[in-house]
Every structure is written in C-alpha cells, then in structure tokens.
C-alpha cells in the first residue's frame, strides 16, 4: 500500500481545494475560509475530514443540495446571543461567521453564544474552537449530523456521530483542544479505511440484529440502508457505559436543532424542498472570554499546569509518555508542514476528477 502514497505540499493541496469551489461557482472569500477548514484537518492528521472530504462537497454542489452563495439570515439576535439560518448555503462559511459573530458578543460581554439552522456540514468542529483560543478564550462548537447512532439497547441508527468540541489556552505551545465524535468511530473513519481496505476495530459498528460489523465497505454499504450503525462512546450495552456517549450525543441534538427549531434525527438524512433534496443541520457555538473572569495569564497558567501535571503522571507499563488532547495534532502539524499531505490512490482518483472537470490545468500532480 505504501508505493501508492503520494505526498502533496500543504499549500497547494489548499490551494487546490481553494480553486475546486471556485470552479464549482463559490466566491473565492468563500473558498479560501472552506479550504482553509479542510487543510486544517489534514495537517492536523484528521485525514476523514480534508481533502476526503473534497469530492463529497463536489458532489453534492453537482447536485444542487449545497447553495454556493451563502446568505446568513440573522432571525433574532441578543447582545450575548444569536440564531442564525444558513439558507443550506455552505456550512464552513456559516460555521465560521457564526464562530466570529460569537467571539465578538463574547469580548464585548464576556460571552457569547450562536446558534444555526439551516446549515450543512461543516468539516472539523475543532476547527471553531480553534478560533475562540486564537482570540484568548475557551470555544465550544457543536453540530448534529446524519443519524449513524443508536440508543443503547437499541439498533436503528438515531443520533448523528455529533461532536462535542472544546478547547482552552494554555501557556504551552498548544492548546488544549478536544475534538471528537460521541461515537467511538465516525463514519469519515469509516470510509478511511475503507479507502485502505482495513479491517475495523470489533467493537464499533453493529448490524440490525446487533452483530459486529469489521468490514468497512460492507458497513458502508449497511449505513445506506439503516442496517448498520456506530456504537456510541462506550459501546454496545451498559456494561462499558455505552449509555454516556449515547447522552452526550443527545445532548449535541439538543443543542443543534431544539433550539433553532431545526432538523434533527432521521430528518438530517435529508428532505425535499420545491422538488430539490437537503441535507440540513443545526450547529451552536459558545464562546468564554477568560479576561472576565480571573485572566488570562492566570488561566493559562494553572492550564499549563494541569496538561504538565497529567503527563508527568505515572504510566501505564510499557508505555513511553502520557499526551494531552491538542498534543498530538500540534506535532502532526508541525511534521506534515514538511513532508506534505499524504494521498491514497483512492484521494489521487478523485482529484483527477475534479481537477479534469473543472479544468484546474495548473495543477502538474506527479500521479
């Protein structure tokens, strides 16, 4: 597998990506906030949401479900709160210009609080956390998605895979940034190894009658048809608490569609409006102003504190060091930003697509 990797520059991949949604009719403020989303992933090594995800995009722009020119509608707006409806334009502009709308209630009133209807996927949540850190506070992003999880003890798939984000400044040279699904894997992973022909870990994918799945493309496959769905963090049952991850997702649910009065559950799979199918979603952002509370000096400090003490905590056998979230992204950047951004044969077919049909001839891939 290894002879079919190609590494690609960070900066032209993103640059690529860029001119993809510009060929495909986005403005190319637009395009550059939605490349930057993706690169970001990439160089953060989660590779189930860059450039994986350019050719889903692709399609569903070729389709119709995507609106190309966002237009955000404010329907109410408070000094410390907002909801917004994305007109299913494209959900990292409107992600990204919630993030900033929240960022700028909170340094005005120590917080702020945003949430979207209407919107559609919006690649890494950690990506608007990111933004709140940059701007010295703590940022939590949220979004519901297609239904992939059940309720414990049941099999239908429910709960999309619903990522509960948050991240803080520290005095580190990193922050402290978790960003993961309330599932155990997430569909994007999935489809990852799917690309690479890898068998799934046993205990994250069950069918309808509540068997194991290990074969991604066969799970993919059963995900078309609702006969398959990702365990939630814990797992199957209440044996390993498998009822925490399926809370937290609700609790995602909640927070992206009850209070947008948006869509959720099955209705995520998609509706038809005016003969033209939509793949909607809800998202919601905070954003903490630390200055208004002890400062921010203070606060990285005692959070530094916190992410030295743990890893200094005494290991596991045979391990060799302890990390803390952000840890390991911060380090992933720092060494993809010298060898490239990895390719697959899977991703290499995919941009010769779209590079052939948009006529991106200024683009000279070694593949």
């Not at 403005?27 to 860059?50: F, M, N, Q, W, Y």
Request: aromatic content about 8%; glycine content about 10%.
């Amino acid at each position: 597998m290894s002879e079919e990797i190609t590494y690609v520059d960070a900066k032209t991949l993103e640059n690529f990506m860029r001119d993809v949604f510009i060929g495909l009719g986005v403005p190319e403020e637009d395009a550059k906030i939605i490349a930057e989303v993706l690169i970001t992933s990439d160089l953060r090594g989660i590779e189930s949401h860059g450039i994986q995800r350019c050719k889903m995009y692709y399609d569903r722009i070729k389709a119709g479900i995507y609106e190309v020119n966002t237009k955000i509608d404010i329907i109410k707006e408070g000094p410390t709160t907002a909801l917004l409806d994305g007109n299913c334009g494209m959900g990292h502009v409107i992600a990204y210009k919630a993030m900033k709308m929240t960022i700028e209630k909170a340094k005005k009133y120590g917080l702020g609080a945003v949430a979207v209807k209407n919107s559609t996927h919006f690649g890494i949540a950690g990506f608007y956390s990111l933004m709140a850190i940059k701007e010295g506070m703590i940022g939590l992003a949220v979004t519901n998605a297609r239904p992939s999880i059940p309720p414990t003890f049941g099999v239908e798939p429910m709960l999309g895979t619903n990522p509960l984000t948050v991240g803080a400044p520290t005095d580190e040279q990193f922050p402290f940034l978790i960003d993961a699904a309330t599932s155990i894997i997430q569909r994007g992973k999935v489809e990852v190894y799917d690309r690479i022909k890898k068998t799934l870990p046993k205990n994250t994918v069950i069918d309808e009658n509540g068997e194991f799945i290990t074969d991604a493309t066969k799970v993919l496959e059963k995900m078309l048809e609702r006969k398959a769905a990702l365990l939630p963090l814990g797992g199957k049952g209440e044996d390993t608490a498998g009822y925490k991850g399926y809370g937290y997702a609700t609790v995602v649910e909640l927070l992206s569609a009850a209070l947008q009065n948006g869509i959720y559950l099955r209705d995520t799979l998609g509706i038809v409006e005016n003969g033209q199918k939509r793949l909607k979603v809800g998202h919601f952002f905070l954003a903490i102003n630390i200055d208004n509370f002890n400062g921010l000096d203070s606060f990285k400090n005692v959070a530094g504190n916190i992410m030295r003490d743990l890893r200094k905590s005494q290991k596991e056998p045979g391990e060799k060091r302890i990390y803390t979230a952000g840890e390991k992204e911060y380090y992933e950047e720092i060494e993809k930003k010298k060898t490239g951004i990895p390719l697959n044969k899977s991703l290499q077919n995919d941009i010769k697509i779209m590079q052939t049909d948009l006529n991106l001839d200024g683009y000279n891939f070694s593949f």
